[in-house]
């Protein structure tokens, strides 16, 4: 299984971006999905996730400015970012729950990060 994360660069505050993340390879069922970001000298922290129905949830901070999305048939995460602020640049990480079986256990698997970099 392999996810590939596209969609970031920079933009200057009040932008907008969206990123994208693909799996691909031996997919039985998708879950979760969901991204996380990790700013430099930060922890990595939950930025938005979705489930298998479309319930959504936000971390507080982005409520209201980021929409987490879904396309089943391309197991493919969108994250589209509306304005944008300095303090939401970071390293963002896609997330997605898979099985790879019908009989294997879901797994929880991690794209390689695309940089956003939010400045004037």
């Known amino acids: 299984v392999q996810l590939q994360a596209s969609g970031g660069g920079l933009v200057q505050p009040g932008g907008s971006l969206r990123l994208s993340c693909a799996a691909s390879?031996?997919?039985?069922?998708?879950?979760?999905m969901g991204w996380y970001r990790q700013a430099p000298g930060k922890q990595r922290e939950l930025v938005a996730t979705?489930?298998?129905?479309?319930?959504?949830n936000y971390e507080d901070s982005v409520e209201g400015r980021f929409t987490i999305s879904r396309d089943n048939a391309k197991n493919t995460v969108y994250l589209q970012m509306n304005g944008l602020k300095p303090e939401d640049t970071a390293v963002y990480y896609c997330?997605?729950?898979?099985?790879?079986?019908?009989?294997?256990?879901?797994?929880?698997?991690w794209g390689q990060g695309t940089q956003v970099t939010v400045s004037s």
């Open positions: 390879g031996r997919i039985f069922s998708i879950n979760a």
């Open positions: 997330n997605i729950e898979i099985r790879t079986t019908s009989r294997a256990n879901y797994y929880f698997y």
């Open positions: 979705i489930t298998s129905g479309g319930s959504t």
